[in-house]
């Protein structure tokens, strides 16, 4: 039994549907991430999942139970949000006690459940400050922690690391990883930040305009995206895009010409049947995918180069203008406005057909 | 020094200049009540400034000639009251207008901001009468209910509720709170700053209201300090030793709420605008 379903869901503003329709089983333990840019509905599907938006159709059950008309606090769910929310004028233990107390638990009760809480997030020494007295990884832990001592049956995050500086931002997502694996909760989460959500998913949602583009594991969207836009959203350095034209193939095989680089040819093995010459057709290459030994080549000028330590990141440009980002482990010996040809193996392209979705 | 640095200072030299002589404007009335409380009627006319030895006499005088706690009494009850109820009642409406949307909720707003353009003279007569329909003049609850939605403070708790942040309110809806919980136990202890300054300024329009006190409140044993004050000061021989007295004494009350105020006035006033 999945432990959040959603059917059909939607949801209009006056006029305006921001929502189009949602479908999507989240089963019990899993840890699934709502992905998108900014505006595409993430946050509000979430807010509709935790009952603080309603729904203008469509159902969302949580556990089996229908959950529409429920109020947030009976459906069983915790939200940590971005600002963290925290009650500023109660103390760390007032705040991760207030729901339990307002569900009318017994004091003691109360202490044990917040005491274990601070217990696992190290916030026992913190227990008497307010909020103001914590600093941003701190208060997020309290967030986190208020959410712990509920119990829920699913976590809501709306995108908790947003307001953390990066360094406190790869803590706190290895601090709800480990929170992940030693709950064992079900956990819904939303983020703009691709690297949040492959390294945290089980699952990405990702969405565009209120409709969900590919649902998948994190490798399986960086691998096998379905469209233009999922191969573009995942994966940092984004993938390059290449217009081009089918000019030939056979079964199993496709030539492709790519203009805007002098006309060089890139021969992709398929599976299926090769489009028809004249096809437009748009080839994306990851910039890790170059690599010396490819056996397609496209001549390009270097434009600017990052140096990382790990890899080099090189941007460069064909001749049409067209720019291509090319990442590699080793530090090549190349300076701006060199001429070099980039090599990448015509196995690792992908090829999308004229209305984005993805052909191979 | 350098023509630069002269520049400068001469600047500075006459903004401090500006600053002391409306320091001393705003500080002037209240060091001549004070002086005037130690002065006899006579000095206090020939505008001696400087303090004098009447003081003990002048109290007497006041005390005598008026029921001091039974006006200090009516004063502050009707100030309690209109101030809970006002902060109480229009920061309901305020943070309703804030929070809720409705097709009519901008509409209404205007309309209630509209009222502010109407001067209390126009308001006199048609009040009085309702208050005599209801039979309540003469009483303090006269006084009290015209003040208790007030639109300038819905306007303020408005303004100041942009700044209450709304994640706040969606955690305690998942904490299990209904709306009015919200509202009490969440919205009034975070925007403790904005009542504070609300307080401040509800508490001395209450304490110094005037005009409508002096139509409403016809006895003597209802009247409030700001109507003996005016009515010992329009006598046929005033003493204004005594009135200094009075006006000193009903000053108090508002000087000790803004100093004890005074930290979270100014935060929010900032927050107010920010």
Not at chain 2, 145 to 166: D, E, G, M, N
Request: aromatic share 10%; glycine share 8%.
């Amino acid at each position: 039994m999945s432990d959040v379903t959603l059917r059909d869901v939607r949801k209009s503003f006056g006029a305006v549907e921001i929502i189009k329709g949602v479908d999507l089983d989240i089963k019990s333990g899993e840890f699934v991430v709502f992905v998108g840019p900014s505006g595409c509905g993430k946050s509000t599907l979430l807010r509709m999942i935790a009952g603080l938006e309603t729904i203008t159709a469509g159902d969302i059950e949580i556990g089996g139970e229908r959950m529409n008309e429920v109020e947030p606090a009976q459906r069983g769910i915790a939200m940590v949000f971005q600002s963290y929310a925290l009650y500023p004028h109660m103390t760390v233990r007032e705040n991760m006690g207030f729901a339990l107390r307002f569900a009318g638990l017994p004091k003691e009760e109360i202490r044990k459940q917040v005491d274990e809480a601070a217990r696992i997030l190290e916030l026992e020494p913190l227990m008497d400050r307010k909020p103001k007295a914590l600093s941003g990884g701190q208060r997020q832990r309290v967030a986190i922690g208020r959410a712990i001592v509920r119990h829920p049956k699913v976590f809501l995050f709306d995108e908790p690391l947003s307001n953390l500086d990066a360094e406190l931002r790869v803590h706190m997502r290895i601090e709800i990883a480990k929170l992940h694996r030693d709950l064992g909760a079900t956990i819904v989460y939303v983020t703009h930040d691709q690297v949040e959500a492959m390294t945290l998913a089980d699952k990405i949602v990702v969405l565009r305009s209120g409709i969900v583009e590919q649902v998948g594991a994190p490798l399986e969207l960086y691998d096998n995206p379905a469209n233009l836009f999922v191969a573009g959203f995942i994966g940092s350095p984004k993938m390059n895009f290449l217009k081009g034209e089918v000019t030939g193939g056979s079964a199993g095989r496709a030539e492709i010409r790519l203009p805007d680089f002098g006309g060089a040819v890139v021969p992709v093995a398929l599976t299926g049947a090769a489009p028809a010459v004249g096809t437009p057709v748009t080839l994306g290459i990851r910039p890790s995918h170059f690599s010396e030994s490819g056996d397609a080549a496209l001549p390009v000028t270097v434009d600017m180069l990052e140096h990382l330590g790990s890899e080099t990141l090189i941007y460069s440009r064909s001749a049409a203008s067209d720019l291509l980002t090319i990442a590699t482990q080793s530090r090549p010996d190349v300076r701006i406005g060199d001429t070099l040809t980039a090599r990448f193996p015509s196995s690792a392209a992908l090829i999308f057909g004229a209305d984005g979705n993805r052909i191979y | 020094m350098t023509t630069h640095g002269l520049k400068k200072r001469l600047a500075s030299a006459a903004v401090y200049l500006f600053l002391a002589v409306m320091a001393f404007l705003s500080v002037f009335p209240f060091l001549w009540m004070v002086i005037g409380a130690t002065n006899s009627t006579s000095d206090i006319i020939k505008g001696k400034m400087s303090f004098g030895e009447g003081l003990l006499v002048n109290a007497a005088t006041f005390f005598s000639q008026v029921n001091a706690p039974l006006i200090f009494w009516n004063s502050a009850k009707i100030t309690i009251i209109a101030t809970v109820s006002t902060l109480l009642i229009s920061s309901l409406a305020g943070y309703g207008f804030e929070i809720f949307s409705s097709r009519f909720r901008e509409k209404l707003y205007s309309l209630m901001l509209l009222t502010l353009m109407i001067p209390f003279a126009a308001l006199m007569i048609p009040l009085f009468m309702l208050m005599g329909k209801f039979g309540l003049i003469n009483t303090h609850i006269a006084v009290v209910l015209p003040t208790v939605a007030s639109a300038f403070i819905v306007f303020y708790f408005r303004q100041s509720t942009k700044a209450f942040p709304h994640e706040l309110r969606d955690a305690a809806r998942v904490d299990g709170l209904k709306e009015w919980q919200i509202f009490f136990l969440i919205y009034m202890p975070v925007m403790r700053s904005t009542y504070a300054a609300a307080f401040i300024i509800v508490f001395m329009t209450a304490w110094n209201n005037y005009l409508w006190p002096l139509i409403v409140l016809q006895s003597n044993d209802t009247k409030t300090i700001t109507l003996v004050i005016s009515s010992l000061g329009s006598a046929y021989y005033p003493d204004y030793g005594a009135v200094m007295i009075g006006t000193v004494l009903a000053t108090i009350p508002t000087l000790f709420v803004f100093f004890a105020m005074q930290r979270q006035f100014v935060e929010g006033m900032l927050g107010s605008v920010k």
